[in-house]
């Protein structure tokens, strides 16, 4: 099979082949090995790689030596020849052995694609917390890898694959190296500790938050700046945004919530990144509604929602209330995907750009946070219904009847359909 060729100019950038291996295991674990490609051409491009080509392989099972077959490494070593490449960048996972073994085979840089989204990471994180959590993935990952990275840390010129934690912290010995995770989850818990403080006060003051999330590059940040007019980093590429950026919003009542954005999700999201950015993460599990954000003009939608959604189930987010935002409407031609679902109550399409669309995704988020007002005659004694009450809304009145306290409350639709639903038989009709 000739190899997918790319255009790109010719500069200094580093010269890439990708590749990558089908198997019946990678395939049920890994999602759609095609959608996986397209974007590894794009991590490729977005960590500053030239791409000339890529190689596929379907094989039945990995090979342990060289992770694709002998065959198609020396397929490899002659289109690495042939192009001037410097580097080989796998789709897959590889062990230290195979990156060794294959270095020793090409000649060439090898990276896989959980370094290559590492690298990125590193190039992007521009906080505190965010450098942190990089350098604790990095380093997370290529902990029992170090025999294997020989040439990628000897190559002069770094590139990909050697930023963030640097060439004299990776070339110290394994102790030096655990000591230097265990720092830096210390001063993780830390970073931690002080977003929990932050987190239980917004809660106390009865703010309710919103969450962003979606796959990488979907408009969320668009969407944030537009509807909040927040100053915040807005470009065309994978994972512009690491840091978790939340803003007060107002609804049309004139109530503002808290709106944040997260770290975009992608196909194969490494584990040790996961972990490293669970802090982070957590805000979406601290939400009171998530905004399911998706690039409708995508033709791989479909597939990028499922990633979304299998993603948030690992976070243990899967039963939040959710609207999905069919974001970038206007860019949706006639022969684009599928047409998005109707507008209903729990979907909208939107352009981030058009004012009207802007109003609707208010008033959608108001008509899901806030419900009716309601007045409970709750038995005085019994303070678990009370204590119920207080989590279902805001409460504006109350007073004690004899047995009975009464209870009038700004409903929270999403806690009242939650919890406050057991406060039933206790509603006094008006």
Known sequence: MRPTTYDTDTDARERAVLVSLVTPDIKRGSGDPELSLRELVSL???????????????????????????????????????????????????????????????????????????????????TREG??????????????????????????????????????????DRRHIRGRITDLKHTLEEV?????????????????????????NAGKSTLLRELTQADVYVENQLFA????????????????????????????????????FRATLEEVLEADLVLHVVDSASDMREEQME????????LGAAGKPQVTVYNKIDLVGANGPQLVPANGPDTLAVSAFNPDDLERLRQTVQDKLTGDTRTFALPADRGDLIALAYRSGEVLEQTVDGETMLMRIQLNKLDYELHGHKLDGYVRQP
């Open 44 to 126: 490729a491009e977005t960590a500053g790689v030239e791409v000339l080509t890529s190689l596929t392989q379907n094989k039945e099972k990995v090979d342990t030596k060289w992770f694709i077959g002998k065959g198609k490494v020396e397929e490899l070593r002659a289109a690495a020849e042939e192009l001037g490449a410097t580097t080989a960048i796998f789709d897959q996972e590889l062990s230290g052995a195979q990156v060794r073994n294959l270095e020793e085979a090409l000649d060439l840089k090898i990276i896989d694609r959980t370094q290559l989204i590492l690298d990125i990471f590193a190039q992007r994180a521009k």
């Open 131 to 172: 450098i942190i959590q990089v350098e604790l993935a990095q380093l997370s990952y290529l902990l029992p890898r170090l025999s294997g990275h020989g040439k990628n840390l000897s190559r002069l010129g770094g590139g990909i694959g050697t930023r963030g934690p640097g060439e004299s912290k990776l070339e110290t």
């Open 192 to 216: 931690v500790r002080h977003r929990n403080l932050h987190r239980e006060r917004r809660r106390k003051s009865g703010v309710q938050q919103v969450a962003l999330v979606g796959y990488t």
């Open 241 to 276: 945004t690491l840091d978790p950026t939340s803003r007060s919003w107002k609804l049309p009542s004139g109530k503002e919530v808290v709106l944040t954005d997260t770290v975009g999700f992608i196909q194969n999201l490494p584990h040790d990144l996961i972990a490293a």
């Open 307 to 314: 990633v979304v959604q299998r993603i948030l189930g690992e």
